[in-house]
């Protein structure tokens, strides 16, 4: 009823299911502005902010797929704010000495029932620690599980009609984007979750130089009450105040392109919701200028083999490779095995040339990414929902920096970062720090080995194995069999020969440098010998 009331008039025709709908539109009140001269991605935005919170929720994720989404309507999705009114602040009084079991007179020094802010999901109230320190108390609203329960049961419904009734649902994967909102609301909806991540965070970039996140106070947070230091700052997109703070832009937006590439590469933990409402600036640090992070509901994180795939396609497109782009997309599970890597090359190519005729101030990656996806669809993409909030945020961070800097080159920025970042994370010295961690593991698994192998070739010798017809395909098998007991074998004789190391290292020094040096080199050695023959 919403979507006729708002004369959403396209979506109805494309949609014969909901044509006999529009015989009732007589009977239906009109919106609250007049909506016709408006155009149909405002009239959407407008609806999906009467329906409530999570249709904002899940209009904000639809405007991140700007491959699937037309760029008119996702400019206005992207508008989306979920700004309501609030709710009293003797119930936000209530839900504090209910959820930390004590008089609010107790916890704190004072407590405002006046709040600052107010979303859909919580509000924010200032508030002194016993000590005079100023905090910020984010409460839930009160009943908002129930109410969020309902309407996601209502997208389910809308999600499983969409999945089969739209000839392209199969890649738009509607019941998928349902479920990404779902699990955003659920995080969102545990503050002591939103905690944990603030003080992730907060460790990742301890030094406070680039980034400021706010302290949360353990002793004042629970499931439905967060209490974080209260912090200053001007909005990243207030331009006027931070040019009247005499803080140098372009320094300001280089280092945000860096610290998102930082917190997805180097942490792979990053804030998933960096819209300027969330990031500000701090005004008094003018020589070395650093952002404030607020909100930790939405964080984001990656598998660490979709990390890789990523970063390394990232690096092929600074480097126009498009041959290693298309191999990377099918290696990475992305797109069937079947598609011809020419042609994938080949429209990977016509996509991205037209973009580097431009100056590389003026090539927009987010733009590049996104029309990247939508040339991907014809070739049966999956787009992975775990890199949904990576879009969203890329799209995000990119329209901050050049908000702050019109010229920024992001492409000169992003690029020798990404791969100091991949030379650090896939260093020798990180490796050996990652094996010396399961050397313990392998040990204690290695006494299963020769039943676990002995039953393996059992099972084939029986036949209880599937049977290969194919002669050269069974002898492929046995060889590939014979390569990897041998890497096994020479991974634990070498994991073997650097503990024999470090203890003649550390427990017998007499015996001088070379026995040891000699030990640990002939251990990498059977290592690299292992990795050869896996």
Not at 46 to 67: C, H, M, Y
Not at 400 to 416: F, T
Request: aromatic share 8%; hydrophobic share 45%; proline share 6%.
């Amino acid at each position: 009823m919403v979507l006729l009331r708002y004369r959403l008039d396209e979506l109805v025709d494309a949609t014969h299911l909901f044509r006999p709908l529009k015989l009732v539109r007589p009977l239906l009140g009109r919106p609250a502005v007049d909506v016709r001269p408006l155009s149909r991605g405002a009239r959407i935005r407008l609806a999906l902010n009467e329906l409530g919170p999570i249709f904002v929720k899940a209009g904000q994720v639809l405007s991140t797929r700007r491959d699937l989404v037309p760029d008119d309507i996702a400019d206005e999705l992207a508008l989306l704010q979920d700004q309501v009114p609030p709710f009293p602040g003797e119930q936000a009084r209530d839900i504090v000495q209910r959820e930390l079991k004590a008089p609010v007179e107790a916890l704190y020094g004072s407590f405002d029932s006046v709040p600052l802010a107010s979303a859909s999901i919580a509000q924010v109230h200032p508030a002194t620690l016993k000590d005079g320190r100023s905090v910020v108390v984010k409460v839930l609203r009160p009943r908002i599980d129930e109410r969020i329960a309902r309407d996601v049961r209502l997208l389910h419904s809308l999600g499983e009609l969409a999945q089969r009734w739209h000839p392209n649902a199969d890649k738009i994967r509607p019941l998928d984007v349902v479920i990404e909102v779902e699990k955003m609301l659920e995080n969102e909806l545990d503050l002591q979750r939103e905690g944990a991540n603030a003080s992730l965070l907060r460790r990742n970039f301890a030094s406070g130089v680039d980034l400021y996140v706010p302290q949360v106070h353990w002793e004042l947070t629970s499931a439905r009450v967060l209490t974080l230091e209260r912090v200053s700052g001007v909005s990243c997109d207030d331009i006027i105040a931070i040019d009247a703070a005499g803080i140098d832009r372009k320094k300001l937006a280089a280092k945000g392109v860096r610290l998102f590439y930082e917190q997805v590469f180097r942490d792979n933990f990053f804030h998933a919701d960096a819209h300027p409402g969330n990031i500000w600036v701090d005004p008094t640090r003018i020589d070395e200028p650093r952002f404030i992070a607020l909100d930790f509901g939405i964080m984001g994180s990656l598998p660490e083999a979709d990390q890789y795939w990523l970063a390394q396609n990232f690096i092929a497109l600074f480097e126009r490779d498009y041959a290693r782009i298309a191999k990377l997309h099918i290696d990475a599970g992305w797109m069937p095995a079947s598609i011809r890597l020419d042609e994938l090359e080949a429209a990977v190519r016509t996509v991205c040339e037209p973009y580097f005729t431009r100056p590389l101030s003026q090539i927009s990656l987010a733009e590049l990414v996104v029309k990247l996806f939508q040339t991907a669809r014809r070739f049966e993409l999956t787009l992975q929902p775990q890199l949904i909030l990576l879009q969203k945020t890329l799209l995000n961070i990119e329209g901050v920096g050049r908000m702050l800097d019109p010229d920024i080159d992001i492409w000169a920025v992003a690029h020798p970062v990404l791969k100091r970042i991949l030379r650090e994370r896939y260093s020798p010295l990180r490796t050996l720090r990652e094996i010396s961690k399961r050397v313990p593991e392998w040990f204690h698994n290695a006494p299963q080995l020769p039943e676990l192998v002995r039953n393996a070739l059992r099972q084939v010798a029986v036949g209880e194995q599937q049977v290969l017809a194919d002669a050269d395909e069974l002898m492929h098998q046995r060889h590939l069999v014979r390569r990897m007991l041998t890497a096994i074998g020479a991974g634990m004789f070498g994991a073997t020969l650097i503990i024999c190391a470090t203890v003649m290292w550390t427990f017998a020094p007499q015996h001088g440098l070379w026995p040891p040096l000699c030990l640990g080199a002939a251990g990498l050695a059977s290592f690299a010998f292992g990795w050869w023959r896996r």
